[in-house]
């Protein structure tokens, strides 16, 4: 098992941006060939995909909704994965959580994804 630490998160303005970080340990080996994604839960809702990077960080695929303005990173060498924001809305507001694919495939349903972090609130006032 891969432990996963979400840091990051803050209160921001529309507009603004946010870059947040996922820190493995554990069996970190494991991430070496993981797809790796984060998913986000606002109040009330259910928990959705936002972006994934391949095994190898060689491709990344992206929620419709936060095409363009956010961007999944990885750092194998130092077991870290980021997602950086920029254009922030308030519908962006929602706790983010990062995972470590079963597969070098990045997809979109969490039934893909063994580890969770624990999560980091993003707030995006107007």
């Known amino acids: 098992q891969v432990h996963l630490v979400d840091s990051g998160g803050g209160l921001v303005q529309t507009g603004g941006s946010l870059t947040l970080s996922c820190a493995a340990s554990?069996?970190?080996?494991?991430?070496?060939?993981?797809?790796m994604a984060w998913f986000r839960q606002a109040p009330g809702k259910e928990r959705e995909f936002v972006g994934s990077?391949?095994?190898?960080?060689?491709?990344?695929y992206y929620a419709d909704s936060v095409k363009g303005r956010f961007t999944v990173s990885r750092d194998t060498a130092k077991n870290m994965v980021y997602l950086q924001m920029n254009s922030l809305k308030p519908e962006d507001t929602a706790l983010y959580y990062c995972a470590r694919g079963r597969t070098s495939i990045g997809g979109s349903s969490s039934a893909e994804y063994a580890d969770w972090g624990q999560g980091t609130q993003v707030t995006v006032s107007s």
């Open positions: 554990g069996r970190t080996f494991a991430m070496y060939t993981s797809a």
């Open positions: 990077i391949s095994g190898r960080g060689s491709s990344t």
